[in-house]
């Protein structure tokens, strides 16, 4: 959940509602997300940071 959606204003009307969303709240708290498993590569230095972004850039190039 993108943490500006948690700033957001919003008004609940009425018993129907307040139970609608009290609800939903429920429902996402126990609700079991799977951890999704990423590969990274570390970069430690600038030479590896100039070869990765010559990678990147023979990528992007157009022809």
Known sequence: MATSSITK?????GEK??????NAIEES??????PIKVS???ISGPEEL???M??????NVRN
């Not at 204003?9 to 009307?13: A, G």
């Not at 708290?29 to 799977?34: G, L």
């Not at 010559?54 to 990528?59: G, L, P, T, W």
């Open 9 to 13: 204003n919003f008004v609940v009307y």
């Open 17 to 22: 509602q307040a139970e609608i969303f009290a």
């Open 50 to 52: 100039r070869k990765l």
């Open 54 to 59: 010559a990678k990147r850039n023979k990528r």
């Open 29 to 34: 708290a126990n609700t079991v997300t799977t």
């Open 40 to 42: 990274v590569n570390k």
